[in-house]
């Protein structure tokens, strides 16, 4: 099982944990193929780990043709969703599934000891 730890910004955290966001979108993704875990890292201000979540598929395309096959479930308004992706060509959209959120969020040190700072994007992890 490979896990990749992703930083992700608080608002968007919760929304996966009460299942409104079911995407999660970005401008790069993994190199490695056999990724099939994603570890949630809520960044500033909580800066913990707060889930698990199963790789159900990954979209790669246009950010406009992301956005229409993935918007009810995204999270996140058009707006922000077109700034984030503005002058790229390609967008990704990593579909969670079968979220484990934890009883207790861990800080990055408890879940992972290897990794010494939260990744700008994703690192994997043990």
Same mark, same amino acid.
């Given at each position: 099982? /490979? ?21 999660? +979108?970005? #401008?790069?993704? +993994?190199? %490695?193929? @056999? /990724? @099939? =875990?994603? /570890? =949630?890292?809520? $960044? #500033? &201000? ?15 395309? $246009? &950010?406009?043709?992301?956005?229409? #096959? $993935?918007? %009810?479930?995204?999270?996140? !308004?058009? @707006? ?19 979220? %484990? #959120? +934890? ?5 990055? !040190? ?6 010494? !700072?939260?990744?700008? !994007? +994703?690192?994997?992890? @043990?």
């Amino acid at each position: 099982m /490979v896990k990749a730890l992703l930083s992700v910004k608080p608002e968007y955290a919760e929304k996966i944990l009460s299942g409104e966001k079911i995407y999660e +979108f970005r #401008r790069r993704i +993994f190199k %490695r193929k @056999d /990724v @099939d =875990i994603l /570890v =949630i890292y809520a $960044t #500033r &201000p909580q800066c913990r780990v707060v889930a698990e979540a199963r790789i159900g598929g990954i979209m790669e395309s $246009t &950010p406009e043709d992301i956005w229409k #096959r $993935t918007n %009810r479930y995204g999270g996140i !308004s058009h @707006d922000r969703f077109m700034d984030y992706f503005a002058g790229r060509e390609t967008a990704y959209a990593i579909e969670l599934r079968s979220v %484990r #959120r +934890f009883g207790r969020p861990r800080t990055l !040190s408890e879940y992972a000891p290897e990794v010494k !700072s939260a990744p700008q !994007s +994703f690192i994997y992890v @043990d």
